[in-house]
């Protein structure tokens, strides 16, 4: 397969097929419309089921208003139908339920690795996916197309955080993820379990007591393995000269910072102490903005 999707960079690809513009009134205009049986969905869909009760309420949707936004679809080479869509399937599926015979469509020259690029975006960013099934899709971006998490929150609106806490939940037992899909557990009450010593267990005991999140937090806290006490050392009293310069930096930076000097002849650490992801992105690009433009 080509590789031209990573060339040009996911957000002119989403661009080029408008999935940047999620407004149907700004949506471009269909190229032309396509009988439903020319077009045959794309076998690498990575979205493999389809809710019954949304497809009904999106058909009854498009009988009374039509197909607001068009399907993205790519000339087939082969097959009975002349047309594979790349972009659309629920509205493909929706407007066979409504019995339309037509449907508008945009036509785009794309290689099969950039339509199952656009499928993996248009499901994160269209459909109502289950914290997994979104992890999944950003995990797939990054693994096949060798996108990073800064790229991803750019291209599709999402905060860094957001991304990287979605992903860790793909480290939990897969029963875990099983009780998340069916939605006996939130993303909240995941978040909580993936630092627990045994996950799947506190999941079921969560499931089964309807606890909240808060509660299954406490849980996971109370179930940690608690940690060998050190033996305390000697800390040597900072100067006044430290101490200043840690003030300044912490008040600079707003996040709490410790200089620790190891040896007599000024070699040490400087520890800056984040409270959470966004804070740790606010910490990487004042950093990195501070650097000069060959360092970078």
Not at 46 to 51: A, G, I, L, Q, V
Not at 130 to 144: M, N
Not at 167 to 183: C, F, K, N, S, T
Request: glycine share 6%.
């Amino acid at each position: 397969m080509k590789n031209k999707g990573l060339g040009r960079g996911l957000s002119a690809l989403m661009a080029d097929v408008h999935l940047d513009e999620p407004e149907p009134e700004r949506s471009r205009p269909a190229d032309r419309t396509l009988p439903v049986d020319a077009i045959a969905p794309n076998p690498d869909q990575p979205r493999r089921s389809f809710d019954e009760a949304a497809l009904d309420e999106l058909a009854a949707s498009i009988r009374e208003r039509g197909i607001l936004q068009p399907l993205i679809v790519r000339p087939r080479p082969s097959g009975d139908a002349t047309h594979e869509i790349v972009a659309g399937e629920r509205r493909w599926r929706a407007a066979q339920r409504a019995q339309l015979h037509d449907v508008p469509v945009i036509i785009s020259d794309l290689d099969d690795t950039e339509a199952l690029e656009i499928a993996i975006v248009e499901n994160i960013q269209r459909a109502d996916l289950s914290p997994v099934e979104e992890a999944r899709g950003y995990r797939q971006l990054i693994d096949r197309f060798g996108h990073t998490q800064e790229q991803l929150a750019r291209s599709l609106g999402k905060s860094r955080s957001h991304i990287a806490n979605l992903m860790r939940l793909l480290g939990l037992p897969d029963e875990v993820l099983a009780h998340l899909e069916a939605g006996r557990l939130t993303a909240g009450h995941a978040r909580a379990l993936v630092t627990a010593t045994d996950p799947a267990a506190l999941a079921r005991e969560v499931v089964a007591r309807g606890l909240s999140v808060r509660q299954a937090e406490a849980l996971a806290r109370q179930s940690a393995v608690p940690a060998k006490p050190r033996k305390p050392r000697a800390t040597p009293e900072k100067d006044a000269d430290t101490r200043a310069i840690e003030q300044d930096l912490s008040a600079h930076l707003r996040m709490g910072v410790s200089i620790e000097h190891k040896d007599i002849d000024g070699a040490g650490e400087l520890r800056v102490r984040y409270r959470d992801l966004d804070q740790l992105d606010l910490l990487c690009q004042m950093l990195s903005a501070s650097l000069p433009d060959e360092s970078r």
